[in-house]
């Protein structure tokens, strides 16, 4: 089993960066893709950004140029840098870690997930 922890988010005016972490604990080793997804109120859960092992990434078109990803292969965590945050990026962000290396957007193909972190920006 593989465990999930979010932590960095918080309440954050627009136009400020936050930076959020996932930490990976348990059978963490392979070169399994990981990736961010967010929900954010009244609405459906969708896809952030992705990394590979090797550290290819893709985005939401929405987001490409805010919202980069990175990691940590010795700490076993993922980042989710964000820029320029707006009211609309508030939402709950979620980290997931799939079985297989590939980038994917889809919440099917990731079969482990973190509890999410809160991030609320205010205008």
């Known amino acids: 089993q593989v465990q999930l922890q979010e932590s960095g988010g918080g309440l954050v005016q627009a136009g400020s960066s936050l930076r959020l972490s996932c930490a990976a604990s348990?059978?963490?080793?392979?070169?399994?893709?990981r990736g961010w997804f967010r929900q954010a109120p009244g609405k459906e859960r969708e896809f952030v950004a992705a990394i590979t092992f090797l550290g290819a990434t893709n985005y939401a078109d929405s987001l490409k140029g805010r919202f980069t990803i990175s990691k940590d292969t010795a700490k076993n965590t993922v980042y989710l840098h964000m820029i320029s945050l707006r009211p609309e990026d508030t939402a709950v962000y979620y980290c997931?870690?799939?079985?297989?290396?590939?980038?994917?957007?889809?919440?099917?193909?990731?079969?482990?997930w973190g509890q999410g972190t809160q991030v609320t920006v205010s205008s």
């Open positions: 997931a870690r799939r079985t297989v290396g590939g980038l994917s957007s889809r919440q099917s193909e990731y079969s482990y």
């Open positions: 348990g059978r963490v080793y392979g070169t399994n893709a």
